[in-house]
Nanobody, 122 residues
Framework: QVQLVESGGGLVQAGGSLRLSCAAS????????MGWFRQAPGKEREVVAAISWGHGGTTYYADSVKGRFTISRDNSKNTVYLQMNSLKPEDTAVYYC??????????????WGKGTQVTVSS
């Protein structure tokens, strides 16, 4: 069992930055791929970024965030991060952290946090 708690969301102006953190419980954190997903009002949940298990040598980014967002993990702290730069109003959503198997489908992730709100004002 893995419990995930996101933090770092908030209100920021367009062009600004935020860093989301996701703290995981349990001693097997490094064995899970980690993903960040988001869901905007009236839209389906979508993958934002993912990082492979272990040292996180493989990453994935949605085209909409490529070059602006960076996912990373610190296994010594059981934490995964999402650095978000050059934020746009269309990045506004609830952001969720998830742990599971490597991939971009939310069906591959078994454990989910409760989410953190990110609001980008224009």
């Amino acid at each position: 069992q893995v419990q995930l708690v996101e933090s770092g969301g908030g209100l920021v102006q367009a062009g600004g930055s935020l860093r989301l953190s996701c703290a995981a419980s349990g001693r097997t954190f490094s064995s899970y791929a980690m993903g960040w997903f988001r869901q905007a009002p009236g839209k389906e949940r979508e993958v934002v970024a993912a990082i492979s298990w272990g040292h996180g040598g493989t990453t994935y980014y949605a085209d909409s965030v490529k070059g602006r967002f960076t996912i990373s993990r610190d296994n010594s702290k059981n934490t995964v991060y999402l650095q978000m730069n050059s934020l746009k109003p269309e990045d506004t959503a609830v952001y969720y952290c998830a742990a599971g198997c490597w991939g971009t489908s939310d069906l591959l992730y078994d454990y989910w946090g409760k989410g953190t709100q990110v609001t980008v004002s224009s």
